[in-house]
């Protein structure tokens, strides 16, 4: 499926969550060939009722929904068929309308046709993708003053049916940052389903990466991988620069340090260039509320480094291993409580 998720031909946002799906409405139901039947009235004239309609499908945005997933599991959607007509007139039951909540910022396209049916940018909009069919039509209604026995009777119509594809702009509640090679990637691997490549060497995230933190009680938020930044970052060196503003859209960062750099630098220093990058490059950026994580503490383990480093940073940090998983549960609950933080002050 073609889908563009790359942010520097995209310029904003970024982040796209997709899912594709089948929609149909409901077939209308059929008309009935009746006539009527009663004691003492020998020849009783038609009385098949027309069918009911077949039920719309609408996608509506709703509060509280910010990802597509619920849609990875379920790919038919299905509004109800209308009933068929039935003898003494009985009109066949409509069929229920279906209606599909998607968050806000969801894109419906048709995916056959490749157009984009409709932008539903805000909470509360509500839009028709596929109506149902017309119920079709008993005898009763072909009945004319020549023809008052007509046996002739329509089929409900066909519900419109369209394959789609849901694409979400996400915007990451946590960004990511830090140098080259800290362990940002294997973070998001693990406490996400996100799987970008990892490796020993700088630069081995290209493009950005999103992944959904997923906690108890259906709780998540979207945590967003970014390439290493590095001194110069903010004037264009590096990968990083064209990432920054994505960043500068989160609510927070987390500004992650390997304790323990290969190259033998001092993560204290690598600390302050990359926030000196930070500060650079602008103030929102600068202003937002950073979350300091001291990786690979399994490096450490008389946790000399990490003190020292608290001793010099004189900011609360941290420690995690990306690599054992020590500590990542905590940091997650940590971000999830910072995220629900910013989203309360947003909100007020
Ligand atoms: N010992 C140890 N190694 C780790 C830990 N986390 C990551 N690493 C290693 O550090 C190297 C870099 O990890 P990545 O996750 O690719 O780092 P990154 O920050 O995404 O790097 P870039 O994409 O290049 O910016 C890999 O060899 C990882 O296995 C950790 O907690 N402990
Ligand atoms: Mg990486």
């Given amino acids: ?18 899912a594709q799906i089948w929609v149909k409405a409901g077939d209308g139901g059929n008309g009935c060939l009746s006539f009527r039947r009663e004691k003492f009235i020998p020849k009783g004239g038609p009385d098949g009722g027309d069918g009911g309609e077949g039920g719309n499908v609408y996608f509506q945005t709703v509060e509280n929904l910010d990802t597509l997933m619920d849609f990875t599991g379920k790919h038919h959607w299905h509004a109800q068929n209308g009933k068929d007509g039935s003898g003494k007139n009985k009109h066949g039951a409509d069929g229920r309308d279906l209606i599909i ?40 209604a072909f009945a004319t003053a020549t023809n008052q026995a007509p046996r002739t009777t329509t089929a409900g119509k066909k519900g419109r049916e369209r394959n789609i594809r849901l694409e979400l702009k996400l915007i990451a509640d946590v960004g990511l940052v830090g140098m080259p090679n800290a362990g940002k990637s294997t973070l998001i691997s693990r406490c996400s389903a996100a799987r970008p490549k990892i490796a020993d060497y700088p630069f081995t995230t290209t493009e950005p990466v999103l992944g959904i933190v997923e906690l108890s009680d259906f709780r998540r938020f979207v945590m967003a991988d ?62 937002k509320a950073e979350i300091i994580v001291a990786n690979k503490i399994d490096l450490d383990p008389d946790a000399i480094i990490v003190k020292n480093l608290r001793k010099k940073v004189k900011k609360k940090i941290y420690p995690i291993s990306a690599v054992t998983g020590e500590g990542v549960k905590e940091l997650s609950e940590l971000l999830w409580e910072k995220v629900k933080e910013t989203k309360t002050a947003e909100a007020q």
Avoid: W
């Fill in 1 to 18: 499926m073609p889908h563009n998720n790359n942010p520097v031909s995209n310029n904003y946002p970024m982040f796209i969550d997709e």
């Fill in 101 to 140: 909540d998607v968050p806000p910022g969801t894109l419906i396209y048709d995916s056959d046709l490749g157009l984009l049916l409709k932008d539903l940018s805000e909470v509360g909009l509500k839009v028709c993708i596929c109506r149902g069919g017309k119920g079709g039509r008993g005898n009763k």
């Fill in 226 to 287: 970014i390439p290493g930044l590095i001194e110069g970052s903010h004037n264009g060196a590096g990968l990083g620069f064209e990432f920054l503003k994505h960043i500068e859209r989160t609510r927070i960062i987390a500004h992650m340090l390997d304790i323990m750099p290969v190259d033998g630098s001092d993560p204290v220093e690598n600390y302050k260039a990359i926030r000196h990058e930070l500060e650079q490059y602008s103030k929102a950026l600068a202003q």
